[in-house]
């Protein structure tokens, strides 16, 4: 008996990576989800379960070379075939730049970048053979504009989308569609609900990015015919100035 493709979700929160983990479970993939700490990890599995899907949830550093690699071995040698990967670790602080130190820096850049680069090498190992494969990564608006406050996420994430616009290039030739996808608003989650009410009173208006739709696009993504692919998305609320 064949085995359920896989979707390894690398970051799956409470909304963006829990609501992609979600939809493509819908669609009879098998769910890998990550974070450091597995535990977190399941009110997430039994929502999915309870919901026909399968899933399966993972503790894992990211930002460890060893991590990555064990989790990718693992993962193709007892539960399947990695079809696509989601990185979606965010790593957003805000420290003036004479404040920020040493530590936060490299810290932001880790999980931001060399986790990045780390978990899309892997796929790439892994899909290069079978011809096939999708690598979403989950950028921001400091992907591509720095702002006051933001000189480690900016850093990172120019980065990171550098990195995805060099794997397009290298693995589309090779059948692997590798996609970036700029997150530029805020998102429907309780630390914009707590910390920006003004904002979040937005919702209703579609003012703020809901991660179902999110994850709708991301799936889109992942369908697209090999004569049409994106490699860089812009999503943002209708009412959001850029």
């Given amino acids: 008996m064949s085995r359920q493709p896989l979707a390894l979700v690398v ?3 409470d909304a963006t990576g829990g609501a992609i983990a979600r939809r493509f479970a819908r669609e009879g993939f098998t769910a890998c989800v990550t974070r450091r700490n597995k535990d977190s990890l399941a009110p997430l599995v039994q929502a999915i379960e309870a919901d026909g899907g399968k899933a399966l949830a993972f503790g894992c550093d990211a930002r460890s070379e060893e991590a990555t690699v064990q989790l990718f071995k693992q993962l193709e040698q007892d539960h399947g075939e990695v079809e696509v990967l989601v990185f979606n670790i965010g790593a957003n602080v805000f420290f003036g730049i004479t404040d920020t130190t040493e530590r936060v820096y490299r810290k932001v850049w880790e999980m931001g970048a060399l986790a990045g680069f780390l978990a899309g090498r892997e796929a790439a190992r892994v899909m290069l053979p079978r011809k096939r494969g999708t690598i979403i990564f989950t950028g ?10 933001f000189s480690a996420f900016a850093s990172a994430k120019f980065a990171l989308r550098a990195l995805a616009q060099s794997m397009a290039r290298e693995l589309g030739p090779q059948g692997i569609h590798v996609a970036h996808s700029i997150i530029d608003g ?5 630390f914009i609900r707590t910390t920006f009410p003004e904002t979040y009173a937005l919702k209703d208006q579609g003012g703020i990015l809901n991660p179902e739709h999110i994850a709708e696009q991301y799936w889109q993504l992942h369908q697209q015919p090999k004569d049409c692919w994106t490699q860089e998305l812009d999503l943002r609320p209708w009412m959001e100035t850029f």
């Fill in 186 to 190: 805020a998102i429907d989650t309780d």
């Fill in 11 to 13: 970051g799956a929160g």
């Fill in 140 to 149: 921001a608006t400091a992907s591509i504009r720095g702002g006051s406050g």
